[in-house]
């Protein structure tokens, strides 16, 4: 019987080998490790490469954000409610994530910036956002802010009349016209965690329907010659996961509108219904979609603009929507420790990284990257020296060990713009990842930053 020589057996063996590899699937992406923390898998070996990697070349804490589900939210948001709204403009509320390449991102797809204060102002100028598409909302301006918004052209969302003769005598000495609405409250409870619920009556936000206060500041508002009335603003919450609250909106401002067309003759460019659209937290958690929010709206919307006779364009803000589902935490475990209570995972983020789950008790799916087995009660803890900093509390988790790496998902809004140096701690870094490209948004903090614009002069 012929035995083959050595080198035979080889190129035999390695051809079918190697015809299998060319035609096989293409590795995975970091894209594609994500995705499988986000349904549960972070044990896959796609997920525990690309972890791995985003830790080894970046470190830790870091905050990752994947470009295609902003994308993904971007167009789902878009098209449900362009189908049922011909006149339409979307803003993005920049204080959800103040990164400079994520609001670039969100300009591509024709977006706004709705912003909070002047440095926001300057952030939507500085990656050229026309002055006309900036939507100015606080209750509380400063004066150089308001000067600034005039400058630029923002509009100028007032919020009392304390602030509406401010506005006057800036627009006057600036000799331009300012370009205002009025931030109204409807009085709606959206059912959202307390701290972000807007548009309920206790609220400190906007102008009150009931008493006829905000009908009062929009007509004191027409006897001003350095203003311009362009149109009117309501946001009732953030995290919202129903659409009823927003339909009752809808019915008030319309017909607001309508009261303001026929008592003094104001014919408003647009209504702004605010943001708000809520995002699941939990892996069995069912939200409204965009769609559904859009069809709730349609018919409300269409009913009050053939009684208006005209038509406003609607404006929407969302934020969380855009950037949270695509936002990881990425953490290492320090330690493990069991006492007789609990058993507590110390990792190296606190809530001076991701404050949600102290300040709103809030919510946020944690994974055990690589582990799938020993599970047990946990609660994971931070390192900020205060007992409260705990992200998650009694979740049944596989048990990981020091130096095991541990990520919290939809992390996108409010995690970073909400961090600070407490404890004496330099901020982490942000990474943006595309497929399986990653590029820095944001350098890590460094410890020398801790002492920047500090004076010791004694």
């Known amino acids: 019987m012929w035995n083959p020589p050595l080198f035979f057996k ?5 051809l079918p080998m190697v015809w299998f590899s060319a035609s096989a699937s293409p590795l995975p992406t970091i894209h594609d490790g994500l995705v499988k923390a986000h349904q ?16 080894r070349e970046f470190g830790t804490p870091l905050y990752i954000y994947d470009r295609q589900i902003i994308d993904e939210q971007a167009e789902c948001l878009k098209e449900a409610f362009s189908s049922c709204f011909p006149k339409l403009h979307i803003f993005y509320a920049v204080k959800a994530n103040t990164n400079l390449s994520l609001i670039r991102l969100l300009r591509k797809h024709g977006f706004g910036a709705e912003v909070i204060s002047g440095g926001e102002i300057l952030t939507a100028r500085k990656l050229k956002v026309p002055g ?34 401010q506005v006057e005598v800036a627009a006057s000495r600036a000799r331009k016209t300012a370009r205002i609405s009025f931030r109204v409250n409807p009085g709606v409870d959206p059912h959202t965690i307390h701290q972000i619920n807007t548009g309920i009556s206790e609220s400190k936000f906007g102008l009150h329907l009931e008493n006829g206060i905000a009908f009062h ?31 009752l909106t809808a019915e008030k401002m319309l017909e607001f509108a309508f009261e303001l067309k026929e008592k003094l003759g104001i014919r408003l460019e647009f209504i702004d219904l605010g943001g708000g659209i809520g995002i699941p937290y939990q892996d069995d958690q069912t939200v409204m979609t965009p769609m559904e929010l859009a069809q709730t709206l349609k018919p409300v919307w269409n009913q009050g603009i053939e009684r208006l006779g005209y038509e406003p364009t609607l404006w929407i803000e969302p934020g969380r929507f855009f950037v949270a589902p695509a936002g990881f935490l990425l953490t290492r475990v320090n330690s493990v420790k069991t006492t007789p209570v609990k058993t507590f995972v110390n990792i190296d983020a606190g809530f001076n990284t991701l404050v949600r789950p102290v300040m ?6 944690v994974r055990v990257v690589g582990r799938r087995e020993n599970v ?16 998650a509390a009694d979740r049944m988790l596989p048990k990981p060990r020091a130096d095991d790496l541990v990520v919290i998902l939809d992390a996108g809004a409010y995690g970073f713009s ?11 870094a942000e990474v943006l990842v595309n497929g399986d490209e990653v590029t820095v948004i ?17």
């Not at 080889?10 to 390695?14: E, G, K, R, S, V």
């Not at 100015?136 to 009392?160: H, M, R």
């Not at 009117?232 to 996961?241: K, L, R, V």
């Not at 946990?378 to 992200?391: H, K, Q, R, S």
């Open 376 to 391: 047990v009660k946990l609660d994971i803890a931070g390192d900020v020296c205060e007992t409260g900093d705990i992200f």
């Open 442 to 458: 944001r350098k890590r903090g460094s410890n020398e930053d801790l002492f920047r614009n500090q004076l010791a002069p004694y």
């Open 217 to 247: 500041a929009y007509s004191r508002a027409l006897k001003l010659p350095h203003v311009k009335i362009i149109g009117a603003h309501c946001h009732i919450g953030s995290q919202i996961t129903e659409p009823e609250g927003y339909r």
């Open 40 to 55: 549960n898998e972070a044990f896959h070996p796609a997920a525990v490469a690309a972890f791995t990697r985003l830790q």
């Open 132 to 165: 006309s598409e900036i939507m100015f909302t606080s209750s509380s301006k400063s004066p150089w802010e308001i000067e600034l918004a005039i400058k630029e052209g923002a509009v100028l969302n007032v919020d009392s009349l304390d602030e509406l003769n």
């Open 360 to 365: 709103y008790q809030a919510y946020h799916r």
């Open 10 to 14: 080889i190129a035999f063996f390695c």
């Open 418 to 428: 909400m961090a600070s140096e407490y404890n004496a701690r330099p901020l982490p």
